[in-house]
T-cell receptor
Framework: EPEVTQTPSHQVTQMGQEVILRCVPI?????FYWYRQILGQKVEFLVS????????KSEIFDDQFSVERPDGSNFTLKIRSTKLEDSAMYFC??????????????FGPGTRLTVT | GQQLNQSPQSMFIQEGEDVSMNCTSS?????WLWYKQDPGEGPVLLIA?????ELTSNGRLTAQFGITRKDSFLNISASIPSDVGIYFC???????????????FGQGTILTVHP
């Protein structure tokens, strides 16, 4: 069964450093997402991406964040200058559609980001 | 912003018991999804609901999309130890064509099953 994959599983970085989190969405999906989950809290939407453009972003997704689909399979989240409060699990998700039915979002296993 | 209130926050049950949890919102959602999350892993999709009043089953799981489109519940029948985990409801609304896949999550229900 196809699944979303993410690398690395755990990333430790120093405050102020840049990190890139990588995802390979399910191959026939067209819509891609990043969410984050601070330890013990609910999952929060960051950004959605379609046709090489950001479709929607939350207030969390400020100028330090960016997303890219550098090739036909990868989808990346870059955090330019990490802060302590960026420590969280980051989940990538993908879906085939965003309207009607068949818009189930499938999540990857996550990348645990620890900023020290 | 939109908020989903999920209850109960946690449940401790005996193996074999049935479980019910629900999600409510002050605003309408067009789609409800239920996910299960094990520690350190990503949410796994359990059930998707698309129509008000819809009742959908997936094995021992049954979920319903409330008539008002502001609530949903998930039932688990005859619980087993591997049902342990955190269950999240998530809602999606395409209000006026301005929302592009943003899922709003509830706070989660932590389920513990005693053998």
């Amino acid at each position: 069964e196809p699944e979303v994959t993410q690398t690395p599983s755990h990333q430790v970085t120093q405050m102020g450093q840049e990190v890139i989190l990588r995802c390979v969405p399910i191959s026939n999906h067209l819509y891609f997402y990043w969410y984050r989950q601070i330890l013990g809290q609910k999952v929060e939407f960051l950004v959605s991406f379609y046709n090489n453009e950001i479709s929607e972003k939350s207030e969390i997704f400020d100028d330090q964040f960016s997303v890219e689909r550098p090739d036909g399979s990868n989808f990346t989240l870059k955090i330019r200058s990490t802060k302590l409060e960026d420590s969280a699990m980051y989940f990538c998700a993908s879906s085939r559609r965003i309207a009607g039915t068949d818009l189930e979002q499938y999540f990857g296993p996550g990348t645990r980001l620890t900023v020290t | 912003g939109q908020q989903l209130n999920q209850s109960p926050q946690s449940m401790f049950i005996q193996e074999g018991e049935d479980v019910s949890m629900n999600c409510t919102s002050s605003s309408i959602f067009n789609t409800w999804l239920w996910y299960k999350q094990d520690p350190g892993e990503g949410p796994v999709l359990l059930i998707a609901l698309y129509k008000a009043g819809e009742l959908t089953s997936n094995g021992r799981l049954t979920a319903q999309f409330g008539i008002t489109r502001k609530d949903s519940f998930l039932n688990i029948s005859a619980s087993i130890p591997s049902d342990v985990g955190i269950y999240f409801c998530a809602g999606y609304t395409n209000a006026g064509g301005t929302s592009y896949g943003k899922l709003t999550f509830g706070q989660g229900t932590i389920l513990t099953v005693h053998p």
